[in-house]
């Protein structure tokens, strides 16, 4: 059934609620939010690396170490502690993807693959899915809607220069 951004971002997210994915944490899955919202915030040591190496330049060589991440995380409101920790978990879908193209297991093709006696799609194009549906799911609960999102992104990047200012990646 075809449906609209704005219809998935509603389905994803009642799924998500059905499932338990939203219900108050008990105090382990508290901590087990906070050390995703760590790993989240020691990501953008990476990501930092990716924007320099896009113009040309040199990896910044200030980083967050741990202790501070930590620190940050532990001083932050819970709420904004539990987004975080779902990016982490947008970021982990991304990494699947990546090993759904360096596993040779899946190499024969990067559509939708089963492993012998599972339902559960895997691969490339179910990793990305899976991205899709981590975003979808965390701007319904935040009460912001993607495809606006998506639509004013859009539409600002067709009225960029080329290659976003002759960026390297
Ligand atoms: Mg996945």
């Known amino acids: 059934m075809a449906r ?7 389905e994803v997210h ?3 609620k059905n499932k338990g994915w939203w219900d108050p944490q008990s105090p382990a899955e508290q901590q087990v939010a ?6 989240t915030l ?12 896009r113009k040309g330049e040199s990896p910044p060589s200030k980083k967050i170490t741990y202790e501070q991440a930590e620190q940050t995380v532990r001083a ?14 947008i970021h982990s879908e991304v990494s699947e ?41 965390l701007a319904a609960h935040l009460g912001i809607e993607l495809s606006r999102g998506m639509s ?7 009225s960029r220069t080329h290659r976003h200012g002759n960026k390297l990646a």
Not at 152 to 158: D, E, G, I, V, Y
Request: proline residues 2%.
């Open 97 to 137: 993807a990546a090993e759904s193209i360096y596993d040779s297991e899946w190499v024969a093709s990067y559509d939708l693959q089963y492993a012998e006696g599972s339902k559960k799609p895997e691969g490339l194009l179910s990793e990305l899915a899976d991205v899709v549906i981590r975003c979808l799911d």
């Open 42 to 53: 020691l990501h953008r040591n990476l990501s930092a690396d990716v924007e320099a190496l």
């Open 152 to 158: 004013l992104k859009h539409r600002f990047n067709k």
């Open 4 to 10: 609209n951004i704005r219809d998935w971002q509603y």
């Open 34 to 39: 906070q050390d995703l919202a760590i790993i």
């Open 76 to 89: 932050m409101h819970p709420a904004r502690v539990l987004m975080l920790s779902k990016l982490a978990l």
């Open 14 to 16: 009642k799924t998500a």
